[in-house]
């Protein structure tokens, strides 16, 4: 059962366009999303993340937007760059009181083109 | 600091023989957790530790999937015997305490033939 969907396995934007990767989750006890950037034959890496207790949060180009009620959440990339191309993991955590693991999503492929 | 180290980068081996994944986790951190990318499933969790003990392996697929962490900066994951289905690339990843910012490794891509 998959907790965490992402249903859009790639996306292509122009540079300088938004680019918007949506994600939606089934559990209710999920209080902290991240998303992760993965580049070819390299591990994920952290990008933005956001606490349940707020419905935006914003870092540079990355804003992600939370909305509880529809168990949903996106990340907006304006401008986009070439750079940014990427498979873009979604990742939720339900505090478990040890250590949060993470639920991911199946990924979204990113293509910025010229 | 060097990160998260995995080895090998990649793994090729015969079906039925074991496999060994190995991983050092970035010294401080005291909980390592091991996934496998797949198309069909993405990021899936095998097992992770707290303060090298496990904490939950319900996502070890089967019997054949074992992992221990003898020490704080030292995990394997094993598998015994290796079939073509078990072919993916393998995380590594570790996190101070329970934060949630996880350190990935660079994985290993393991193909079964």
């Known amino acids: 059962d998959q907790q965490v969907k992402q249903n859009s396995p790639s996306l292509s934007v122009q540079e300088g366009r938004i680019s918007i990767l949506n994600c939606d989750y089934t559990?209710?006890?999920?209080?902290?999303f991240l998303w992760y950037k993965k580049y070819p034959a390299e591990g994920p890496t952290f990008l933005i993340s956001i606490s349940s207790i707020k419905d935006k949060n914003e870092d540079g180009r990355f804003t992600v937007f939370l909305n509880k009620s529809a168990k949903h959440l996106s990340l907006h990339i304006v401008p986009s760059q070439p750079g940014d191309s990427a498979v873009y993991f979604c990742a939720a955590s339900a505090q478990t009181g040890t250590a949060s693991k993470l639920t991911f999503g199946t990924g979204t492929r990113l293509q910025v083109t010229l | 600091d060097a990160g998260v180290i995995q080895s090998p980068r990649h793994e090729v081996t015969e079906m039925g023989q074991e496999v060994t994944l190995r991983c050092k986790p970035i010294s401080g951190h005291n909980s390592l957790f091991w996934y496998r990318q797949t198309m069909m499933r993405g990021l899936e969790l095998l097992i992770y530790f707290n303060n090298n003990v496990p904490i939950d392996d319900s996502g070890m697929p089967e019997d054949r999937f074992s992992a221990k962490m003898p020490n704080a900066s030292f995990s394997t994951l094993k598998i015994q015997p290796s079939e073509p289905r078990d072919s993916a690339v393998y995380f590594c990843?570790?996190?101070?305490?329970?934060?949630?910012?996880?350190?990935f490794g660079s994985g290993t891509r393991l193909t079964v033939v």
């Open positions: 990843a570790s996190s101070f305490q329970e934060g949630y910012g996880y350190t």
């Open positions: 559990n209710s006890m999920f209080d902290y």
